[in-house]
């Protein structure tokens, strides 16, 4: 099984400062295979990005994706207020996990 | 638009089984994978299990094989898990998302409480 280890567990940021989210998978990846997610309090996830650098419908440019290999890092240019939430990679290149989920709070 | 819809789920003494139902609609549901996937109170998301747009392939996660079986109808538009020999640690919102690289859209999930 793919293990996917994000880091940090809780980001504590000020709206209009950068986000840097990574997710570290336990073996390589295809860049083809691995999506984000975000999830608000109450809510299911939405899909954010999808093969690493897709967004996906509706979801703004200020997000964007990279990565390859065991490595990769979903960046907020500049955070918004309803950005604040919960963030999760998913691997689909052997299987579905999912990683364990990063908290972006507001500082 | 787009939606799933799910339901079924409620309060079960260990050992119980429960069927869940996911209602598709706005799309032509025979032509997407889907998936189930869960997340027990305040932990993170874990899948279950996926089944191709036919409904002729299955796949589960390793750890829950044996006691989840996934199936749809695709007349019905709609996606089902039963859950044999439910545990306390199935406790937990069961969502329904449609898809295979990215799952898009999820419904918003039904809860399944077990307890005695």
């Known amino acids: 099984e793919i293990v996917l280890t994000q880091s940090p567990g809780t980001l504590s940021l000020s709206p209009g400062e950068r986000a840097t989210l990574s997710c570290r998978a336990s073996q390589s990846v295809s860049s083809s295979y691995l999506a984000w997610y975000q999830q608000k309090p109450g809510q299911a996830p939405r899909l954010l990005m999808y093969s690493t650098t897709n967004r996906a419908s509706g979801i703004p440019d200020r997000f964007s994706g990279s990565g390859s290999g065991t490595d990769f890092t979903l960046t907020i240019s500049r955070l918004e207020p309803e950005d604040f939430a919960v963030y999760y990679c998913?691997?689909?290149?052997?299987?579905?996990?999912f990683g364990q989920g990063t908290k972006l709070e507001i500082k | 638009d787009v939606q799933l819809v799910e339901s079924g789920g409620g309060w079960v003494q260990p050992g119980g089984s429960l069927r869940l139902s996911c209602a598709a609609s706005?799309?032509?549901?025979?032509?997407?994978?889907m998936n189930w996937v869960r997340q027990a109170p305040g932990k993170g998301l874990e899948w279950i299990s996926y089944?191709?747009?036919?409904?002729?392939?299955?796949a589960y996660a390793d750890s829950l094989r044996g006691r989840f079986t996934i199936s749809r109808d695709n007349a019905k538009n709609s996606l089902y898990l039963q859950i044999h020999t439910l545990r306390a640690e199935d406790t937990a919102v069961y969502y329904c998302?449609?898809?295979?690289?990215?799952?898009?859209?999820w419904g918003q999930g039904t809860l399944v409480t077990v307890s005695s």
């Open positions: 998302a449609r898809g295979w690289g990215g799952f898009d859209p």
């Open positions: 998913q691997q689909y290149e052997s299987s579905y996990t």
């Open positions: 089944i191709t747009s036919s409904g002729r392939t299955t």
């Open positions: 706005g799309f032509t549901f025979g032509s997407f994978e």
